[in-house]
């Protein structure tokens, strides 16, 4: 059974640039969540897709979008890069409302 | 952001010992969930908890649910060096028709022969 499909693995972009990242979940999970995983700190929540609608967010700025497809496969929008959003992004998915979690190997994004 | 108070931090053992590690919280979670993390990968699931004073094992492990349903604690029995990596508690939030992971700081784990 494959697991959470994250690309890509590595990005480097420039203060200002805008990146898309994407997810494939795992088949027949329909919630996909997205973390942002820095060393200051540590794994914090981004927000989450069901259905194609967001059903949670936590507290990034508006910068930080995302989107859900029919198929359950969900991308994450961040524009306007800051340095600070160098980050490893984290993307997992589950069957429903408080199922287990499973995540990919996420993408490093890097921010010159 | 939030993040739940995970002790310790660090520890270094010698292969064979048992491994304890526990997670606190302020709020009340309805799940209960560990992760290890090896490097340049994602968190991998190790135990799920859902009820409050549960006690589950997956091989080696052992978590607890805590009965006030704001800690968890993990046990690694006999450790080999393959445990080496980074182990998270996560609190579940779900409402129902919304959910999110809070995750502890972390315990890295260092193995020696």
């Known amino acids: 059974k494959a697991g959470v499909t994250q690309t890509p693995r590595y990005l480097i972009k420039t203060r200002g640039q805008q990146v898309t990242l994407s997810c494939s979940p795992i088949s027949g999970h329909r919630s996909v969540s997205w973390y942002q995983q820095t060393p200051g700190q540590g794994l914090q929540f981004l927000f989450e897709y069901f259905s194609e609608t967001q059903r949670n967010k936590g507290n990034f700025p508006g910068r930080f979008s995302g989107r859900q497809f029919s198929n359950s496969r969900s991308e994450m929008n961040v524009s306007t890069l800051e340095l600070g959003d160098s980050a490893l992004y984290l993307c997992a998915s589950s069957f429903s409302f408080g199922q287990p979690q499973h995540f990919g190997d996420g993408t490093r994004l890097s921010i010159l | 952001g939030q993040q739940l108070n995970q002790s310790p931090q660090s520890m270094f053992i010698q292969e064979g010992e048992d491994v304890s590690m526990n997670c606190t919280s302020s709020s009340i979670f309805n799940t209960w969930l560990w992760y290890k993390q090896d490097p340049g990968e994602g968190p991998v699931l190790l135990i799920a908890?859902?009820?409050?004073?549960e006690l589950t094992s997956n091989g080696r492990l052992t978590a607890q649910f805590g009965i006030t349903r704001k800690d968890s604690f993990l046990n690694i029995s006999a450790s080999i060096p393959s445990d080496v990596g980074i182990y998270f508690c996560a609190g579940y939030t779900n409402t129902g028709t919304a959910s999110k992971l809070t995750f502890g700081t972390g315990t890295r784990l260092q193995v020696t022969l």
């Open positions: 908890l859902y009820k409050a004073g």
